[in-house]
């Protein structure tokens, strides 16, 4: 179905998978694994304050409510598409695409999650591989970043496989206590060189106003 709302149409397919603009219908979809638990076992993955913390029903709650708020602010100096990840037509995570003055710096990030039931497939990386598509061809990007606490071995050796360089080191805090996060940067000329040829954009020629994109980013 079309939706009036132009980031809910984008679609990008890989021959695993499909990001389908996260509707309330997949976000529904959804809630059973956000119910069941995707971040409730050491090492902790998510950053404070994160709503996979909190306990049932008021996870899935605030994970809903900060949905619909993202929607809802979207700017050409912040704006973030959501993407339910959809494995033969069923929803089994979720992957988003974050720009902060992109119109000026042509730079995003990224962040997403994956059913338990559903990791140590290569979904993850697939899932990455298919919204960098849509940041580089799509849209323009010019650099992607990524962090993810040192001990997150899963999302850093995706990091580092898609070609990302280390890009120094930070803190931040998850379920309370202080822990260290590795920064990652993806620039537009070495994702040039690994490019995928089985992604397909779909919608997003529609969504560039929404984004307040018109043209290819200003030089900083």
């Given at each position: 179905?079309a939706?009036?709302?132009?980031?809910?149409?984008?679609e990008?397919?890989?021959?695993?998978?499909?990001?389908?603009?996260a509707?309330?219908?997949?976000?529904?979809?959804?809630?059973?694994?956000?119910?069941?638990?995707?971040?409730?076992?050491?090492?902790?993955?998510?950053?404070?304050?994160?709503?996979?913390?909190?306990?049932?029903?008021?996870?899935?709650?605030?994970?809903?409510?900060?949905?619909?708020?993202?929607?809802?602010?979207?700017?050409?100096?912040?704006?973030?598409?959501?993407?339910?990840?959809?494995?033969?037509?069923?929803?089994?995570?979720?992957?988003?695409?974050?720009?902060?003055?992109?119109?000026r710096f042509?730079?995003?990030?990224?962040?997403?999650w994956?059913?338990t039931?559903?990791?140590?497939?290569?979904?993850?990386k697939?899932?990455r591989?298919?919204?960098?598509h849509?940041?580089?061809?799509g849209?323009?990007?010019?650099e992607?970043?990524?962090?993810?606490?040192?001990?997150?071995?899963?999302?850093?050796?995706?990091?580092r496989?898609?070609?990302?360089?280390p890009?120094?080191?930070?803190?931040d805090?998850?379920?309370?206590?202080?822990?260290?996060?590795q920064?990652?940067?993806?620039?537009?000329?070495?994702?040039e060189?690994?490019?995928?040829?089985?992604?397909?954009?779909?919608?997003?020629e529609?969504c560039?106003?929404v984004?307040?994109?018109g043209q290819e980013?200003?030089?900083?």
């Amino acid at each position: 179905m079309a939706h009036t709302y132009p980031p809910l149409n984008v679609e990008i397919r890989t021959p695993r998978l499909t990001l389908a603009g996260a509707t309330d219908e997949l976000l529904e979809r959804l809630v059973p694994h956000v119910r069941a638990g995707i971040a409730d076992t050491p090492p902790y993955p998510l950053d404070d304050p994160s709503c996979f913390y909190a306990d049932s029903p008021e996870r899935e709650w605030r994970w809903q409510r900060s949905i619909w708020a993202g929607r809802s602010r979207v700017t050409p100096e912040a704006w973030r598409l959501y993407f339910a990840v959809l494995v033969d037509g069923e929803p089994v995570g979720m992957q988003d695409l974050i720009g902060r003055d992109f119109h000026r710096f042509g730079t995003v990030s990224s962040f997403s999650w994956l059913a338990t039931a559903h990791r140590g497939r290569g979904l993850g990386k697939d899932m990455r591989a298919a919204v960098l598509h849509l940041a580089f061809a799509g849209l323009g990007a010019r650099e992607a970043g990524s962090d993810a606490f040192v001990d997150n071995n899963a999302s850093n050796h995706i990091s580092r496989s898609l070609g990302y360089e280390p890009n120094g080191t930070d803190w931040d805090t998850r379920r309370g206590e202080p822990a260290r996060i590795q920064q990652w940067r993806l620039t537009r000329d070495t994702w040039e060189r690994t490019r995928r040829d089985d992604i397909h954009l779909t919608g997003v020629e529609a969504c560039l106003p929404v984004l307040g994109i018109g043209q290819e980013p200003t030089a900083p």
